[in-house]
């Protein structure tokens, strides 16, 4: 672009700032380039997700996320996206890192819990208020 700057007449000006932008960002600019499997424009991107959606959606008959991809989606996306570069072995799928693994696990039970009770409340708000308030009694007197 800088070579052919002339070229460009009115839009010279534009080109400068461009040149001048690409300069600043350029270490991490291709990155894509220097990783490989990484996709290399947004538009892979969006078809790898995309991809996991349609086969989510042909799985669960649903139109719009399922409960269990908002609860496990940050497991289950990769997980989709790995068993489609390669067939894994049995002993590849085993956690590496065990105390990690187990923190997943709880973060993940933690966000079903949530959602849980949400739709205990939903279902009869009034019974959940109370349950609450008789825990809450509970927990005020002194044993």
């Known amino acids: 672009m800088a070579r052919d700057r002339e070229k460009a007449g009115a839009l010279a000006p534009a080109i400068d700032r461009f040149l001048k932008v690409s300069r600043s960002y350029w270490p991490g600019l291709f990155h894509c380039y220097s990783v490989e499997g990484l996709p290399r424009t947004n538009n892979d991107l969006e078809q790898f997700f995309g991809s996991c959606r ?10 719009g996320a ?8 940050s497991v289950r996306l990769v997980a989709g996206g790995a068993t489609r570069l ?6 590849e799928l085993q956690p590496r890192d ?3 693994w187990k923190q997943q696990r709880q973060q993940l039970e933690a966000r079903r819990q949530v959602r849980r009770r949400g ?4 279902r ?3 019974a959940y208020l109370e349950n609450l ?11």
């Open 54 to 63: 349609h086969h989510e959606r042909r799985a669960t008959g649903r139109k």
């Open 66 to 73: 399922s409960p269990g991809l908002v609860l496990r989606g």
């Open 86 to 91: 390669r067939i894994r072995t049995g002993a």
């Open 98 to 100: 065990l105390a990690g």
């Open 119 to 122: 739709l205990h409340f939903r």
């Open 124 to 126: 009869d708000p009034k």
């Open 133 to 143: 308030e008789e825990q809450l009694g509970k927990l005020g007197l002194p044993s």
